[in-house]
């Protein structure tokens, strides 16, 4: 069974409209965090926001935020007032338990095309 | 800081060559992970460290090695390259003290094998 799962292989939105990536995950244990990264077609990536099992409140990071629903297990990212810079693959990631953030599982991305 | 380079940015191979993908952080970083990625299939792990002269197998390590001999370096090594290891390579490394503590991605290595 996938961990990550990122229902979504491709977005068109309209600029300044605000923009929902979804992301579901699947693990057993109690202590887990979940990560977002960008990748533009130049290929880096780039980390924007981190979820922790244990936080109450949602993440945000500037124009993102990680609408973070712990029981159905989902750990959507929101960008508000889309830019043309926002095009890019978008990759939602786990760490279970609690340290070894050298072992992220990475879903298969969502390619987000602002449209201007 | 140049936080993580990789060398080389681009290498053809032709089956049955070896070869090491190179990978230095200078952020002090415990944690070191080598990825491939492949289209339509995101990010897997090929190997990671958690420090010098540890390191364990994570998803796809079949066709790879590593080692880990000091903090800045994590080589990867194709003893035979296989057309199935065509890919781009990312090398990332993160600080162990934190929880919400990012893995910081070097600009990738992209690989053909002929």
Redesign the interface.
Same mark, same amino acid.
């Given at each position: 069974a996938q961990k990550?799962t990122q229902t979504q292989p491709g977005m068109f939105v309209q600029e300044k409209e605000a923009v929902t990536l979804d992301c579901t995950y699947d693990t057993s244990d109690q202590?887990y %965090?979940l990560?977002w990264y960008k990748q533009p077609s130049s %290929? +880096?990536?780039i980390?924007l926001i981190?979820q922790?099992s244990y936080d109450e409140q949602n993440a945000t990071e500037g124009r993102y935020s990680l609408n973070f629903q712990k029981a159905r297990k989902s750990a959507n990212l929101v960008i508000s007032a889309s830019q043309l810079g926002d095009s890019a693959m978008y990759?939602c990631?786990m760490?279970e338990g /609690? *340290?070894? /953030? +050298?072992?992220? @599982? *990475? %879903? @298969?991305?969502t390619r987000l095309t602002i449209i201007p | 800081n140049a936080g993580v380079t990789q060398t080389p940015k681009f290498q053809v191979l032709k089956t049955g060559q070896s070869m090491t993908l190179q990978c230095a952080q200078d952020m002090n970083h415990e944690y070191m992970s080598w990825y491939r990625q492949d289209p339509g299939m995101g990010l897997r792990l090929i190997h990671y460290s958690v420090g010098a002269g540890i390191t364990d197998q994570g998803e796809v390590p079949n066709g790879y090695n590593v080692s880990r001999s000091t903090t800045e370096d994590f080589p990867l090594r194709l003893l035979s390259a296989a057309p199935s290891q065509t890919s781009v390579y990312f090398c990332a490394s993160s600080y162990s003290g934190g929880e919400m503590e990012t893995q910081y991605f070097g600009p990738g290595t992209r690989l053909l094998v002929l």
């Open positions: 990550i202590s %965090g990560f %290929g +880096e990536m980390f981190y922790g990759f990631a760490r /609690n *340290f070894g /953030n +050298e072992k992220l @599982t *990475f %879903g @298969t991305g | -």
